[in-house]
Structure formats: structure tokens, C-alpha cells
């Protein structure tokens, strides 16, 4: 079981996330991260129409039947719980009192799924939410340890996952250039030539915080997990110029003897 | 005691939330001279119909001590919508790890006790929760905008901060966005004169 990368991860294989067919993509993280179940849940919000890909899940098709047969989404205490919050929500945490979630848990036991989970909600830019929930089958000890160690990157991967959507949902083909400020195209074509975050905060000035501050917004903003995904996407969008451009404007080749 | 809730339980902690909205009537709209709406004796605003979470000191009998309020800068949040100019170069952030926090007060009457550094201890318990609150769902970073002279009371208590840009003068405030870091450093700083017997 791998801990963290699991946003890099997706970053890296996001493209095969199909608006239809996104499960085959999440079958794969949850296997390659040690997840039973992945399922993201668009919940409410006016930035997308009904259309494909506003559930996507890899339980099994007799839980999912089982679940909407019996409009389950307006009592999964998950769904209630998690709609009206932005900071992750730990199952074991939820409160078993009421009849309906006890009832609820107890149901999706005898279909063999695991109240071992989290479930992250996003809240986008537009004041939608979705929700990107992950559960394991592991004692409640080592998932709470698996937890605490991995909340930010789930996190993180929920927010990816949650932009990932919402493109697929809007525009298939669309391919939107993210705007980058000034400092970010600065930090990113400083880090494009290989250079550490200490090194171009002496460059610009700036304290290495300030200039770790600004990658990663600017990671947040093109959709990357590290560095290098970053750096590539700032140079596909034109953002930022490669490494082997400046280097052949600054030290032109030697000519051939 | 340390109260998180978000807004949407306010079911539950009625008694809680109308002595926050008027704690914050008298610090921002009375002490303070902002420009902020007050009905009832209650400051509110639309941020607060976007359910954020607010973290709050009790007292041991559910006196309200002190407040703030947290919201995902992912979603609309103050630096985005209303006080961008604070932000300079940094531009709009929308970072899953990092949270707003605005509308911080303490009701200073009420808490008179005082730690080391000189700073009042209510101070360090919502600190302590903020940034508490925070490491514990993975956050990284909090921004926050806030009054310049608070600056030098928030580096004693034990922050870890600085300015993402420029001073802006808000009717006469001058009020600058603050970038605060999230760690077990400033954890330990921050609880270093937290009243044990509170905890």
C-alpha cells in the first residue's frame, strides 16, 4: 500500500478519466492506494447541468441498485453530513444515533463495504459541492493512521478530482488556459531551469515561503500535484518557456567542427 | 473549552452563535468603527449564509469568550470578493489546503487574564483552535486580512506569518492579507501559555 502520490498519481493518469467509464480509472487508484471504494458525488451547485459524470463510483452495481431503489441519497448521513461541510469527515466520527444511520451502515456491511472511510467535500469556485469519498477495508486502528497520514493528499486529489469533473461535465473538448499571475510564471520558469525554491527566493527577492506559497497556488491553479507536472503543463499552456529554449538562447551550440 | 461548529448546527448551539453575532457587533461595528451591518444588535453578513465553520472559547458556563469564523478558499471567501487588493501580486487564492479566516474577535471585557508576552490568554486559546482545528484536517496554510496593529500581538502569541501584500486603507484602517503558516511549531508556541486547567 502506497502512502502519498496518490494526487500525483492521478495527475498523471487523469486523461483516461471518462465521463462515462471514469470507474476504471478509480479502480485502479483504489487498488494501487489500498482503497476498497472511491465514488466522487456532485451534490449540488448551479455549474453543472444533469449529465454523465456526476456520479462516479466503483461499488459493485447490487450496492449502487440497492442504494438509489430506495433513494438512499436523502438519508446517507454521509451525503447529509458531508453536504454542509468543507473539512474532511472522518465515518467514525459520525454519530450512530439515529435509527436511519445505524440502519443505513448496517446495510451497506451486508454488502461487504467498509465503515472505514473519509469523505472530503469540495466547495468550488461557484458555491458548488461535491463530494469524494474513500474507505478501506482496515482495522480502525492502522485507517486512522492511514488517515491522519494522508488527509492532505486525499484532500488534494479530492480537489483535482473535483476539476477533472467539471471539466469532462462542461466541455469535452474544451481545453481552458489557466491565468497565472506574474510571480507565479516567475517561480515556475525558475523551477522550469532547475532551480530549488531557496535559490529563486534569492533571485527574486523573496522570502523561500513567499516563493513556496506562490508554487503552490500555482500547482493549484493548473491542476498539478508536484513540481514537475506544473512546470510541464506551464509549458503546454505556453505560460513559461523549457528549459532547453533558454538554455540554446543563452549559450548558443557550438558549431561543428 | 474549544467549540468547532459549522453553521448549518446552529440548532444546537443557538445560544453560542447569538452571542457571537453580538460580540461582533460590539468589536467590529462599535470598538472598531467598521463599516458592517448590524440588525438587532447582531453583525452578520452573506458570508455567514455560506455555512462556514466557526471556531469559539467558552467560558465553563457557555459564556462566549472569543470567535472566528473559517471558510475553504476554494468556494467564495473575503479575500476573493471583497478584499482583493490586499492580496497584491498573489492574485485570488483557491487552494484546497488552505482556509480563510476572518471575523476574529475576543471579547476583552469578559477576559482580562493575561499570559506571558502580555497576551491575553482567551487570544491564545482561539489561536490555539484555529490552528489546531487546522493541522488536524491537513491544512497547510491560513490567509487572513487584518488590521496592521494586530501584527505585532499576533507574532508574541506565537504566529508564524507574513504580508502577501501591499497596506490598503479601508476607512482609515489599514489593513494588510496575511499569509500564516500551520505546523506543530506553531502549535507548541501558541499553547506554550494556554491555561492548562482549560484544555
Known sequence: MLTGGLSEYFVDNRESLGARNGCGLLSRIAEKFGFSNITYFFVSGRAVPDSDGTLMTTYAKEWQHHYFSRNYEEIDPIVLTGMNKFLPIDWSKIPKVKKNTRRFFGEAKEFGISDQGVTIPVRGASGETALVSLNADLAPMDWSRYLRHGVSDFTYFAYLLHREALRKMAQPARRTRTHLTRREKEVLQWAALGKTSWETSRILSLSERTVEFYLSNALAKLGAATKAQAVSKAIHQGHIIADAFVQSAIIPPASPR | MILTAYEAERETHADIFEQMYRLRARQFGERRGWRVDVR????????????????????????????????????????????????????????????????????????????????????????????????????????????????????????????????????????????????????????????????
Open chain 2, 40 to 199: 438587532d444588535g447582531l453583525e452578520k453578513d452573506r458570508f455567514d449564509d455560506l455555512n462556514p465553520l466557526y471556531v469559539c472559547v467558552l467560558s465553563e458556563n457557555r459564556k462566549l469568550m472569543a470567535s472566528l469564523r473559517l471558510l475553504p478558499t476554494t468556494g467564495p471567501h473575503m479575500l476573493s470578493d471583497v478584499f482583493s487588493e490586499v492580496m497584491g501580486t498573489a492574485g485570488v487564492i483557491r487552494h484546497p489546503l488552505i482556509l480563510e479566516s476572518s471575523r476574529f474577535c475576543v471579547d476583552t471585557e469578559a477576559s482580562r487574564e493575561v499570559g506571558p508576552e502580555g497576551i491575553n490568554l482567551v487570544t491564545r486559546e482561539l489561536l490555539f483552535g484555529l490552528f489546531s482545528t487546522a493541522q488536524m484536517a491537513g491544512i497547510e496554510n491560513i490567509i487572513s486580512v487584518y488590521d496592521v496593529f494586530v501584527e505585532r500581538i499576533l507574532r508574541r502569541a506565537g504566529c508564524r506569518f507574513e504580508r502577501l501584500g501591499p497596506v490598503v486603507k479601508y476607512d482609515d484602517l489599514r489593513t494588510v492579507g496575511g499569509l500564516f503558516e500551520v505546523s506543530d511549531h506553531v502549535i507548541d508556541d501558541v499553547s506554550s501559555a494556554r491555561p492548562r486547567a482549560a484544555a
